[in-house]
């Protein structure tokens, strides 16, 4: 006797949960209009449109992390030269006066 794996038929290699979710009439009439489109089960459909959507929420926190990094990098870098640019000041301030 095969195992099936879900509603979606061997296409994700993970057990299926059901679980019960309420959406608007709308949210499902659009859901089922796109789900005959694509030939697949409304379950399915929801299963990967909400795949979907949680990829794009880890790659747009993953880029917002990258982008606050490049921040923090670029503020130390310029704290860095600002320093540097102190201390050449103060240690060629005596020579300069001289030239």
């Known amino acids: 006797m095969g195992m099936t794996n ?16 309420s959406f608007s009439d709308q949210t499902i009439a ?11 089960s409304l ?6 449109a909400t ?15 990258v982008r606050r ?3 923090d990098l670029d503020a130390t870098a310029l704290a860095d030269e ?3 640019a102190l201390v050449d000041a103060e240690l060629y301030r005596g020579r300069r006066a001289s030239r």
Request: proline share 0%.
């Open 6 to 21: 879900g509603h979606t038929r061997g296409t994700i290699s993970a057990m299926t949960t059901k679980v019960t979710l």
């Open 30 to 40: 659009d859901a089922r209009h796109w789900a005959e489109r694509d030939g697949v």
């Open 43 to 48: 379950s399915a459909w929801i299963d990967r």
């Open 51 to 65: 795949q979907e959507r949680a990829l794009r929420e880890i790659f747009s926190a993953h880029a917002e992390a």
């Open 69 to 71: 990094a490049k921040v």
């Open 82 to 84: 600002e320093e540097i």
